[in-house]
């Protein structure tokens, strides 16, 4: 174990670097650039039960220091992610995986991290709340405490796996969210997902994307993140993964000192291809620069 | 794909809104006409995709239309500016279908991946006809540089101001093996109802990474959902869907 290893629910990770859903696809475009074996994990795309290709094009606008997203969680559907990804992903990273996983009804999700928890690469399951609920009036379940806590119950109760639940940052109280999940079994909490934004185009007097709105991500995010990683890892026991905007060696050592065990990156990736194995490479001059001995060290200083 | 930096060498503009860059650095990726390279610039977000025109040894031509604030940007930069580029992005033209006497159609900011593709073809001893369209003879660019690889070069412009009046489709000659375009999609289309033989089609769609990570611009086609930017942004005729 060297200075950067943390422990995230009883695996351990070489370091905190952790490459988010759907910016990092199942590994391997990543891989033909560089050994991603240096990853302390990573997230992959975000699975559902069945195939999705998602919204209509454009569903991508840009923005000052970041950008809209509304891509809607295009994937092959978990069968295919089982038969096709997973034995590709295997040939180019040979530690646990986090397993993203998206569902529009609490079967759905149920439905798919258990064929997901069959899988011996996956190390934890990320259970991403921010989709619609069908059958709940399409309101997100990220939205709302009982909703959030009723998908965890469901797939903690067909996985031996950890179970992490990935929070959406357009609530009012994400801390009540955060805590629901906890009292339903969640293992850890990662947050924050994009934030809804929209961009409009002056000349043809229209939302930039098809879709209108979708996620905002980038550093322009990681105020607001690291924000709401301090208020929820202050509130539960469980740890905590904190994402949002982080771009730099430096922005992962605050993220862990709000509270953060581990960080994910995410748009930083689709600037940068080598952004998460750069930030891994000045990660031990960055400790040295803030005299911190081991990271570990520094999750949740911050009073 | 590659991450190069290169130094620009040449920033001049060929019409009143279009520049064509030359950059030095390393082209080894671009391996095929039709790809692109994706340009970071200070002060925004993402990166600006613009399409290989043409490379030589280590010098690189892109031809952009100020559209945005990153092609204004672009315009106005001096020579010995560094930029970081990942190039080889995309998969390209495929040669090997465009038989003996190809027609290449470009409208617009559509025409400099024609250049490359027309010399390579040229290279190959194919006979290679080239339709440039443009909407009015102030914007017309490029038609010499086309002569002088050996083409047999036809204008259109929409206006009547040059060359034959009307579409690249209305200058479609009688008789071709194969044809490759890239223009705006009202073109695309308009080539998929005139032509009779089988070709390739460029697309252009907003982007997120450029490298098939995001799948921000992804497109339904007969064999499946592909990424412009990674399983395009060339499609065979075969292939495509048309939405609305």
């Known amino acids: 174990m060297g200075r950067l290893s943390v422990n995230l629910c009883g695996i351990e990770l070489d370091n905190p670097v952790i490459p988010a859903s759907g910016t990092f696809g199942f590994g391997y475009e990543f891989a033909e650039l560089y050994d991603i074996n240096c990853l302390g994990t990573f997230s992959f795309k975000g699975t559902t039960k069945d195939a999705r290709f998602g919204n209509p094009t454009p569903r991508i606008a840009e923005c000052a220091m970041g950008m809209i997203n509304a891509v809607g969680l295009q994937n092959p559907g978990v069968e295919k992610v089982i038969a096709e990804e997973l034995p590709k992903l295997k040939k180019c990273f040979n530690k646990p995986v986090m397993a993203n996983v998206s569902g529009f009804s609490v079967d759905d999700y149920a439905y798919t991290c258990e064929k997901l928890d069959k899988e011996e690469q996956v190390g934890w399951l990320e259970v991403n709340v921010s989709c619609p609920n069908v059958h709940g009036g399409g309101m997100s379940f990220g939205t709302d405490p009982k909703a959030a806590a009723e998908v965890t119950r469901a797939v903690k109760a067909v996985t031996s796996k950890p179970v992490i639940v990935k929070l959406s940052p357009n609530v009012t109280d994400i801390v009540s969210i955060a805590k629901a999940c906890e009292q339903a079994g969640a293992d850890g909490i990662s947050l924050i997902n994009t934030m809804l934004g929209m961009r409009i185009d002056l000349n043809k007097r229209q939302p930039v994307i098809k879709n209108k709105m979708g996620g905002f991500s980038g550093a322009a995010i990681f105020p607001v993140a690291v924000r709401m990683v301090y208020q929820v890892s202050n509130a539960v026991e469980i740890p905590v993964i904190g994402m949002g905007g982080v771009s730099s060696a430096e922005d992962v050592i605050e993220m862990m000192m709000a509270g953060a065990t581990a960080v994910e990156i995410g748009a930083a990736n689709l600037i940068n291809p080598f952004a998460c194995r750069d930030i891994i490479n000045e990660l031990p001059d960055t400790l040295d620069k803030y005299k911190i001995n081991e990271i570990k060290d520094i999750i949740g200083v911050v009073e | ?244």
């Open chain 2, 1 to 244: 794909m590659k991450q190069v930096l290169f130094s620009i060498t040449e920033n001049i503009p060929l019409t009143e809104n279009v520049y064509r860059m030359t950059l030095s650095g390393d082209c080894s990726d671009i391996t095929a006409p039709g790809q692109f390279v994706n340009i970071k610039l200070d002060g925004l977000f993402l990166r600006r995709p613009i399409s290989v025109c043409d490379i030589n040894g280590d010098e690189l031509t892109i031809i952009y239309k100020v559209v945005g604030k990153g092609t204004e940007m672009m315009s106005k930069m001096s020579e010995g500016t560094i930029l970081d580029v990942l190039t080889g992005l995309g998969n390209g033209y495929n040669l090997s279908k465009c038989g003996e006497t190809p027609v290449l159609l470009g409208g617009g900011v559509g025409v400099p991946p024609m250049y490359m593709l027309a010399k390579r073809l040229i290279e190959q001893g194919k006979r290679v006809s080239v339709i440039l369209g443009f909407n009015t003879k102030s914007e017309i660019f490029y038609e010499d540089e086309f002569k002088s690889l050996g083409c047999d070069v036809t204008v259109t412009t929409v206006d009547g101001s040059y060359g034959i009046k009307g579409f690249v489709t209305d200058a479609l000659p009688s008789d071709y093996s194969y044809f490759c375009c890239c223009g705006p999609e009202p073109m695309l289309k308009a080539v998929f109802k005139s032509t009779k033989t089988s070709g390739q089609f460029s697309f252009e769609e907003r982007m997120g990474c450029g490298f098939g990570a995001c799948m921000g611009c992804s497109c339904k086609t007969v064999t499946g959902y592909k990424r412009i930017c990674k399983d395009g942004p060339v499609l065979e005729k075969e292939e495509i869907l048309w939405e609305d």
